[in-house]
């Protein structure tokens, strides 16, 4: 099994969930909701991939890097 690093990003005006794969030049996704933004996107990294295949070139690694959250205090909130 691969995994691959994904970008998720709302965007207002579609009211939709914007998806890239950095690792994955060239795929991209997109969603209503965030968990059909990310059902999308494993089908468009499965397609990236066949396609890739296809052709005999190689598959490409994972490369980007992690993503970690932290919670900081709003220095609005007084």
Same mark, same amino acid.
């Given at each position: 099994?691969?995994? /691959?690093?994904?970008?998720?990003? /709302?965007?207002?005006?579609? =009211?939709? /969930? &914007? ?6 030049? &060239?795929?991209?996704?997109? &969603? %209503?909701?965030?968990? =059909?933004?990310? @059902? ?23 490369? @980007?890097? =992690? @993503?970690?959250?932290? %919670?900081?205090? %709003?220095?609005?909130?007084?």
């Amino acid at each position: 099994m691969l995994r /691959y690093t994904v970008l998720v990003e /709302y965007d207002p005006e579609a =009211q939709a /969930y &914007g998806v890239t794969v950095p690792s994955l030049p &060239g795929c991209t996704s997109m &969603g %209503d909701t965030l968990a =059909q933004a990310l @059902a999308n996107a494993r089908e468009a990294i499965e397609g990236h991939l066949a396609c890739l295949a296809e052709m005999g070139e190689p598959i490409p690694e994972d490369t @980007a890097p =992690q @993503a970690i959250r932290v %919670d900081v205090v %709003d220095p609005r909130a007084a």
